[in-house]
């Protein structure tokens, strides 16, 4: 006996039937009424899921509820090739640092993903801070302001097929490392010291850039010691006291 008593949709209990259809914009949850999908948590920026980082978060874009609600904007979010996600089923998340900071972000799913960070999910294009659509992993890291609402976007790669499934999504302060560096990148985008003048940093150490013993080439520092560079304007500042034989004429000058 088929059996719809209270209920709006879904099963009638016979397998056979059904107790109703919901219209657009809203599905059939497991009570059998049809819910609207903007009220379903972190399915949107109006009702997204609300965390506090450090932490790793785990979800599922294939799940009853989710909807494709976002894209990112070519060219309008650093790490981004092109437009990501107009097929695809997002999830929102939503967090408040309460420092500022760089911040490293990671997905991983059983999909190819997309994620992007915006302070408007209105205006993803204007507000996106940094995003990344690299195949199969997903990482960035952004510098974000203390007390300033940000919106991560979970997304699926693609803009013709549905591309969902489970993931974990980890958001950590990213923490500078100059351990044995005395100049170079911090892995948080800034840095571990300058060079002074005459030396140049490489692999985070600060060497003498010179043209002794490599005139007719590059220096181990990375500036030139040939003809050409005098052009060019990235001749090492000693090449004249090292390589004047070399070109009498442009060391003249």
């Known amino acids: 006996i088929p059996d719809c008593a209270n209920k709006e949709c879904g099963d009638d209990g016979c397998g056979v039937g059904n107790c109703g259809l919901c219209t657009d914009g809203y599905l059939c949850n497991a009570d059998g009424l049809c819910e609207d999908v903007s009220a379903e948590e972190g399915n949107s920026c109006a009702n997204p899921f609300t965390i506090e980082v450090p932490g790793t978060f785990t979800g599922d874009t294939s799940a009853n509820g989710t909807t494709n609600n976002y894209a990112s904007v070519s060219g309008g979010c650093e790490g981004m090739t092109s437009v990501k ?9 939503q967090f408040v640092p309460a420092e500022s900071a760089a911040f490293t972000i990671n997905l991983t799913g059983d999909f190819d993903g997309a994620l992007y960070v915006v302070t408007d999910c209105s205006d993803i294009g204007g507000t996106c801070q940094a995003g990344d ?3 199969a992993f997903d990482e960035l890291q952004v510098a974000l302001e ?3 609402t940000y919106y991560i976007i979970v997304d699926g790669w693609s803009n013709s097929d549905n591309l969902t499934g489970p993931y974990t999504l980890t958001v950590e302060k990213c923490i500078p490392d100059c351990e044995g560096k005395m100049c170079g990148d911090d892995g948080c985008g800034g840095d571990c010291g300058e060079c002074g003048e005459g030396k140049t940093c490489d692999d985070g150490a600060c060497i003498v850039a010179t043209c002794e013993g490599a005139c007719g080439g590059i220096a181990d520092a990375g500036c030139w010691c040939d003809s050409t560079c005098f052009n060019m304007g990235d001749c090492c ?3 004249c006291d090292f390589c004047s034989a070399d070109f009498p004429e442009d060391c003249l000058l």
Request: proline content about 0%; charged content about 30%.
């Open 85 to 93: 996600g107009s097929a695809s089923n997002d999830h929102a998340y």
């Open 146 to 148: 203390k007390n300033v």
């Open 237 to 239: 500042d000693d090449v």
């Open 133 to 135: 659509d690299s195949f």
